[in-house]
Nanobody
Framework: QVQLVESGGGLVQPGGSLRLSCAAS????????MSWYRQAPGKQRDKVAA???????DYANSVKGRFTISRDNAKNTVYLQMNSLKPEDTAVYYC?????????????????WGQGTQVIVSS
């Protein structure tokens, strides 16, 4: 089993910054892509940013130029630096990791999710 634990959420004023962290632990052989999603009240969960094990990144148009995703492979940790925050960025932020793991039936990959961290952007 693999656990993902997010941290860094909170209340911030418009224009402010926050840095989210997500650490993976457990039976990990390697982690492929890691991503951040967010879900606002009454809305679907949307992908915000993703990063491959090699460092290639991808962003939703709504956050390009404001958010930066990065990872520390040695620590199995992914980060999301969020700058110039807007009220519409308010949501619960979730991290995911595509993990390679050894099962009794052989090697397999599986997506794991964190429990989420709340980000509120408000004056």
């Amino acid at each position: 089993q693999v656990q993902l634990v997010e941290s860094g959420g909170g209340l911030v004023q418009p224009g402010g910054s926050l840095r989210l962290s997500c650490a993976a632990s457990g039976s990990i052989f390697s982690i492929y892509a890691m991503s951040w999603y967010r879900q606002a009240p009454g809305k679907q969960r949307d992908k915000v940013a993703a990063i491959t094990s090699g460092g290639t990144t991808d962003y939703a148009n709504s956050v390009k130029g404001r958010f930066t995703i990065s990872r520390d492979n040695a620590k199995n940790t992914v980060y999301l630096q969020m700058n110039s925050l807007k009220p519409e960025d308010t949501a619960v932020y979730y991290c995911t990791a595509n993990v390679k793991e050894l099962r009794p039936t052989g090697w397999a990959t599986r997506d794991y999710w964190g429990q989420g961290t709340q980000v509120i952007v408000s004056s």
